[in-house]
């Protein structure tokens, strides 16, 4: 492996529009496009392999891996192309790669095929707006989107906090300040704390990780900014229920009080194979926070919050997950056999009978 080798078959990655890229001892590369892993035709790769890759992406971010890492973040771009999300890990011993592909381009959202209320939402003066969904489903893509709607839309000053900095943003009307965990700061929690000096209208975390990052982003939301970040979760509930879980039992019920009150919005996303199989399609949940659902969230009451959002759709613009396949399996867009695979309810095929 050689520096040539490497950056042709990440030109490929980008030229076959794959998301992901993997480099393993006694494996060929893997690519995964439309969410298939494809095995690729060339040469297994050696340990002498995979350390190359792992040290020339750690040479690009001016740092070196640190001799006892199990697994360890970084970022990785090409001289005419984009940018490149690095997992670095251990496996058996050996150095294992994965390289997600950043678009070098910001899509909008109808671009990406996301709801048009996003424009709303990102609209709100302060509070948080979260963005959540499985590894892989376009959280970072979709909250990118929104920063960048809000950077060509205001004159506002945008803070993000990155592990590691995906998207690169010029600033339009917006002043846009990006930083890197581990490079440009030692961690979420003291940018969080430093940002709040740094006269910001709009603060994007990467992740909410840990107590510390979630308690700040609350308190950031509290105190007049608009706060973006993500959770692996899988829909607007168990966000909920994830944050509080963070902490201590003796402390939820005033958390739920606090989340009541500066939760603007979530926006859940599954990323779905069209009919015809050439393509991903997402499928967003969004729940905006009423009064009704403000209750909910005070009194504990998570599992009622589904049905409001249904039930919210006309007049807040907001859909649940089966709604929004329910519409998708109508246009023809999407397989029932796919809708069946994401969807969470039992009773998706008769739902679908009576629309």
Same mark, same amino acid.
Do not use: W
């Given at each position: 492996?050689?520096?040539?080798?490497?950056?042709?078959?990440?030109?490929?990655?980008?030229?076959?529009?794959?998301?992901?890229?993997?480099?393993?001892?006694?494996?060929?590369?893997?690519?995964?496009?439309?969410?298939?892993?494809?095995?690729?035709?060339?040469?297994?790769?050696?340990?002498?392999?995979?350390?190359?890759?792992?040290?020339?992406?750690?040479?690009?971010?001016?740092?070196?891996?640190?001799?006892?890492?199990?697994?360890?973040?970084?970022?990785?771009?090409?001289?005419?192309?984009?940018?490149?999300?690095?997992?670095?890990?251990k496996q058996r011993g050996n150095i294992g790669i994965v390289m997600?592909?950043?678009?070098?381009?910001?899509?909008?959202?109808?671009?990406?095929?996301?709801?048009?209320? %996003?424009?709303? !939402?990102?609209? /709100?003066?302060?509070? +948080?707006? *979260? #963005?959540?969904?499985? @590894? &892989?489903?376009?959280?970072?893509?979709?909250?990118?989107?929104?920063?960048?709607?809000?950077?060509?839309?205001?004159?506002?000053?945008?803070?993000?906090?990155?592990?590691?900095?995906?998207?690169?943003?010029?600033?339009?009307?917006?002043?846009?300040?990006?930083?890197?965990?581990?490079?440009?700061?030692?961690?979420?929690?003291?940018?969080?704390?430093?940002?709040?000096?740094?006269?910001?209208?709009?603060?994007?975390?990467?992740?909410?990780?840990?107590?510390?990052?979630?308690?700040?982003?609350?308190?950031?939301?509290?105190?007049?900014?608009?706060?973006?970040?993500?959770?692996?979760?899988?829909?607007?509930?168990?966000?909920?229920?994830?944050?509080?879980?963070?902490?201590?039992?003796?402390?939820?019920?005033?958390?739920?009080?606090? %989340?009541?009150? !500066?939760?603007? /919005?979530?926006?859940? +996303?599954? *990323? #779905?194979?069209?009919? @015809? &199989?050439?393509?991903?399609?997402?499928?967003?949940?969004?729940?905006?926070?009423?009064?009704?659902?403000?209750?909910?969230?005070?009194?504990?009451?998570?599992?009622?919050?589904?049905?409001?959002?249904?039930?919210?759709?006309?007049?807040?613009?907001?859909?649940?997950?089966?709604?929004?396949?329910?519409?998708?399996?109508?246009?023809?867009?999407?397989?029932?056999?796919?809708?069946?695979?994401?969807?969470?309810?039992?009773?998706?095929?008769?739902?679908?009978?009576?629309?």
């Amino acid at each position: 492996m050689d520096i040539k080798t490497l950056n042709q078959i990440l030109e490929i990655a980008f030229a076959k529009r794959v998301s992901d890229v993997h480099f393993e001892v006694n494996n060929p590369p893997f690519f995964r496009a439309h969410g298939q892993l494809l095995r690729s035709k060339l040469a297994n790769l050696t340990a002498a392999d995979t350390e190359f890759i792992a040290a020339t992406i750690m040479k690009k971010n001016k740092r070196d891996l640190p001799a006892d890492f199990n697994e360890f973040d970084a970022s990785y771009s090409l001289e005419n192309s984009g940018r490149f999300r690095v997992s670095i890990f251990k496996q058996r011993g050996n150095i294992g790669i994965v390289m997600r592909v950043i678009p070098p381009e910001i899509g909008d959202f109808q671009k990406l095929k996301l709801p048009a209320v %996003l424009s709303e !939402i990102v609209k /709100a003066p302060n509070g +948080l707006v *979260l #963005v959540t969904g499985p @590894t &892989g489903n376009g959280k970072s893509t979709t909250l990118a989107s929104m920063i960048n709607y809000i950077n060509e839309k205001y004159a506002y000053n945008i803070i993000t906090i990155e592990d590691p900095i995906e998207f690169l943003f010029s600033s339009v009307k917006s002043c846009i300040i990006q930083r890197e965990v581990g490079i440009d700061t030692a961690d979420f929690g003291s940018a969080l704390k430093a940002s709040l000096r740094m006269d910001p209208d709009v603060i994007m975390v990467g992740e909410l990780r840990d107590l510390e990052t979630i308690d700040a982003c609350i308190k950031a939301a509290e105190t007049g900014h608009l706060v973006f970040s993500t959770l692996h979760t899988q829909n607007a509930a168990s966000t909920i229920n994830r944050i509080i879980g963070h902490f201590p039992p003796d402390s939820q019920e005033i958390i739920r009080q606090r %989340l009541a009150d !500066i939760l603007v /919005a979530t926006v859940s +996303l599954r *990323l #779905v194979e069209s009919k @015809t &199989g050439d393509n991903l399609l997402p499928v967003v949940e969004v729940m905006r926070t009423t009064t009704t659902i403000q209750a909910c969230i005070r009194e504990g009451n998570l599992e009622e919050i589904g049905n409001h959002i249904e039930k919210g759709t006309a007049q807040y613009q907001m859909q649940s997950m089966d709604q929004h396949l329910i519409q998708l399996c109508n246009k023809g867009l999407i397989s029932m056999r796919e809708a069946k695979r994401i969807s969470t309810s039992m009773d998706l095929e008769r739902k679908l009978t009576f629309t």
